[in-house]
């Protein structure tokens, strides 16, 4: 195991050596789980992405890179010793006790082919923070450390290899849940959104709130999507609808002065839930902004994690669906909390 570098060294180097936006680059490195799994996993760990801050590769990023690789199998000889800990731990019918293993210990039970001195060891303990199987499992930052066990380990019994244990990994963070029917099944789900919401604010402003300019823009949205290109021209006239918005007090403002206008005519929960709505609308031009121009990485990857698209695109059907649902979801939050206004 080996010491990582701080973030502003990666940050300057790959910069440096390649012109690569750290941020966007991270952004588009695969993840996996969330809060309701116990944490996000991808291919690095960085606590708070400030200059000081230590950023390293965890096992699913070390399988990248060869010279990584028998740290891969020191941290999965280290997971069947606390697996084997904690599957043998007798407990007490009367009293809790800790499963515990302690530095020396490990040091013991690992095959004799690893000869390892307190860095080593050190960093098995410092791994465990960042791997999922051990997530749950703790330890005191001291040389003679020792490890409480959780019950958790258990899920990654019998894993000899770095592809099983991913596998697991993926297994775990991502249960199986019961298939559902799609949330708009229709097509016509995002033109009859923007129609609804185009009535209720004529309720309130005797005008619509979107006007569609070219019929071309509104039949794009019902269109399917296989290819970058066919999901750009959904895009861009899914924008056009979007841009520009027609307020009470005159036209060709955009969603920014929509949002300021609701936060004035809204209750403070219903302001917040509509500014979260526009939010989201506001990350389409994002993405089409960097589909469409160089230099604009950061808004684009902002643009993709909201809207929950990550790279590389691999299916555009579905990213084009992601898009459509996010939409109508925006749209008809806007509604509901538009709805609530009087005539103006």
């Not at 966007?24 to 996993?41: D, E, K, M, N, V």
Request: glycine share 6%; hydrophobic share 40%; proline share 6%.
């Amino acid at each position: 195991m080996r010491r990582w570098p701080v973030f502003q060294y990666v940050e300057q180097e790959l910069y440096r050596e390649h012109e690569l936006d750290v941020i966007y680059t991270l952004a588009t490195c695969p993840t996996i789980g969330g809060p309701a799994s116990g944490g996000s996993y991808g291919w690095t760990w960085c606590a708070t992405r400030q200059p000081g801050d230590e950023i390293g590769l965890t096992v699913a990023g070390m399988v990248h890179v060869a010279d990584a690789l028998r740290e891969v199998e020191l941290f999965l000889d280290a997971l069947a010793v606390l697996v084997q800990t904690q599957r043998s731990f007798k407990p007490s019918p009367t009293e809790v006790k800790a499963v515990e293993i302690g530095a020396t210990e490990m040091c013991d039970c690992l095959p004799p082919a690893w000869r390892l001195d307190a860095a080593g060891l050190a960093g098995i303990r410092d791994a465990c923070k960042h791997e999922p199987s051990t997530w749950h499992c703790t330890a005191q930052p001291v040389e003679d450390w020792v490890l409480t066990l959780s019950p958790f380990v258990r899920q990654y019994t019998g894993l000899d290899t770095w592809e099983a244990y991913l596998e697991r990994v993926i297994e775990v963070l991502t249960p199986q849940v019961p298939s559902a029917e799609p949330l708009y099944p229709s097509p016509l789900s995002l033109p009859e959104a923007i129609d609804y919401l185009n009535a209720v604010w004529r309720l309130h402003a005797e005008r619509p709130l979107l006007r569609i300019g070219r019929a071309e823009a509104a039949a794009k949205l019902v269109l399917d999507c296989a290819t970058a290109d066919e999901f750009e021209s959904r895009l861009s006239g899914l924008c056009s609808i979007l841009d520009p918005v027609y307020l009470p007090s005159s036209d060709g403002h955009k969603l920014t002065d929509l949002d300021a206008y609701l936060q004035g005519e809204l209750g403070e929960e219903s302001a917040d839930r509509a500014s979260e709505a526009i939010g989201d609308l506001r990350a389409l031009f994002d993405l089409r902004v960097w589909r469409q121009h160089s230099g604009t990485e950061r808004r684009g990857a902002a643009g993709m994690s909201r809207l929950g698209i990550s790279l590389p695109v691999v299916d555009w059907a579905d990213a084009w669906q992601k898009v459509q649902v996010r939409t109508v979801v925006a749209l008809s939050a806007l509604r509901e909390e538009i709805e609530t206004l009087s005539p103006s």
